[in-house]
């Protein structure tokens, strides 16, 4: 069965760091692209940053461009989201997605991680 399990998030001071990993299995990994989300009390799950399925290419929120970078290492089937500078408006639960295209629906497969909670102190 697909799985994906985050890890390392935590508690943080402002200005601090984390790095989370997401650790997938029954899947081909190499076939993926994959990204981040997260969600706040109260608020709507929102996109964090993304990778294609080589590593060539990111994309990021612009709240988090210049503080957090996605990278993937295909041999462990492992996508990592490295976060500095961290700030209180950061704290939320962090998901780790994998979406792969279906060309003969026009649309992609999405699975999604049980998350990792993350928070910031002020």
């Known amino acids: 069965q697909v799985q994906l399990v985050e890890s390392g998030g935590g508690l943080v001071q402002t200005g601090g760091s984390l790095r989370l990993s997401c650790a997938t299995s029954?899947?081909?990994?190499?076939?993926?692209?994959m990204g981040w989300f997260r969600q706040a009390p109260g608020k709507e799950r929102e996109f964090v940053a993304a990778i294609s399925w080589g590593g060539g290419s990111t994309y990021y929120a612009d709240s988090v461009k210049g503080r957090f970078t996605i990278s993937r290492d295909n041999p462990k089937n492992t996508v990592y989201l490295q976060m500095n500078s961290l700030k209180s408006e950061d704290t939320a639960v962090y998901y780790c997605n994998a979406r792969i295209s279906i060309m003969s629906i026009k649309g992609h497969l999405d699975y999604w991680g049980q998350g990792t909670q993350v928070t910031v102190s002020s």
């Open positions: 029954g899947l081909t990994f190499s076939s993926y692209a």
